[in-house]
């Protein structure tokens, strides 16, 4: 299937609104439906509506600016948070930790992590850099290394590679690798380093549930190629650095450009020119090659007639030498 470049696309009107700081994007549906935005004079009610960068937007009568400044930062996830701004069951959220509380409301997470599950995020409000490096077509590999209560064997190993079936469907990781391993009381837990390209929710813990295997713990440690930092502690934020910056925007690029159409194959009919031409063509090269092979074997053929005779002469001349020897010792 041919990918349609994200320009081509647009991007959904929620986001676009969650982009210029508006408000998260379950606001701005609450927005869109309420009737408060236009679209080039229009107003738009219909959810999931998507625009284009040089479309017109405004919110409550206020235009929104067309390009808004881009962010792009890491954050180290901490255990038991949420990965929103609210939680039904009034958990904490990764927004309620001091490093995050003066953020824009328009950088939001790419993907989650659960509530159990830490490392790396990348928050962000450009959505179509968020869109590339979470949309499952785009297969950015996501790292996970996970510590289990028990090691593997290699049977489960070797079944977890082939892939498993769960109730939303066949899931399989990119690759398996074993680790080190950690005491826990009695028992020794062994560590994993698991890739994946989907985020399905909680993706990595049900794929090992399977087997019966308990997850103690579980870290986010890679996006693409961009890290984890080791001296980013749990908890904490910086922006991304220039290198970092580059290879991500690098990503959004290649995944906004069309790839090249396949050239067709034009079906032409041959004629019985053509034909006779093509079969002429093909015995010509069957006639070369049972030359060629005449030709080696006649060459081969000189060449054993060659060593025997030389192997010949040479017998005799040893035969030759060793006579008159045998002679004078008979005397």
Do not use: C
Request: charged share 35%.
């Amino acid at each position: 299937m041919e990918k349609t470049p994200l320009s081509q696309e647009g991007i959904r009107l929620n986001v676009f609104l969650q982009e210029h700081g508006i408000a998260s994007r379950r606001k701005a549906d609450e927005l869109i439906a309420a009737g408060l935005v236009t679209i080039n004079g229009h107003v738009e009610t219909k959810l999931g509506t998507r625009v284009q960068k040089s479309d017109e937007i405004t919110v409550d009568g206020k235009k929104l600016n067309r390009k808004p400044s881009k962010t792009i930062y890491l954050f180290h996830k901490p255990y038991l948070t949420i990965t929103s701004r609210m939680d039904d069951r009034k958990r904490p959220t990764i927004f309620d930790l001091p490093a995050l509380h003066k953020l824009p409301k328009n950088v939001q997470p790419v993907g989650r992590l659960d509530f159990k599950s830490e490392g790396l995020l990348i928050l962000t409000n450009d959505g179509d850099l968020a869109f590339a490096l979470s949309h499952p077509k785009y297969s950015v590999e996501k790292i996970y290394a996970v510590l289990l209560s028990t090691p593997m064997t290699l049977e489960e190993m070797e079944k977890l590679k082939s892939g498993v079936t769960l109730e939303d469907g066949p899931a399989k990781p990119l690759f398996v690798r074993t680790g080190s391993k950690e005491k826990f009381g009695n028992s020794t837990g062994q560590w994993l380093e698991i890739g994946v390209t989907e985020g399905r929710n909680r993706l990595v813990r049900r794929m090992l549930e399977t087997f019966g295997l308990k997850v103690v713990r579980l870290v986010r440690v890679a996006v693409g190629d961009i890290r984890l930092p080791t001296n980013l502690a749990s908890g904490k934020i910086r922006p991304v650095t220039e290198a970092e910056k580059k290879y991500l925007l690098d990503l959004k690029k290649s995944m906004d450009e069309p790839s090249k159409p396949k050239k067709k194959y034009k079906n032409k009919q041959l004629s019985q020119e053509n034909i006779e031409k093509i079969k002429e063509a093909k015995k010509k090269r069957q006639s070369i090659k049972k030359e060629n092979y005449s030709v080696a074997m006649t060459k081969r053929q000189k060449d054993l007639s060659t060593l025997a005779k030389e192997r010949k002469e040479k017998n005799s001349k040893i035969v030759s030498s060793i006579q008159p020897k045998k002679a004078q010792k008979t005397k």
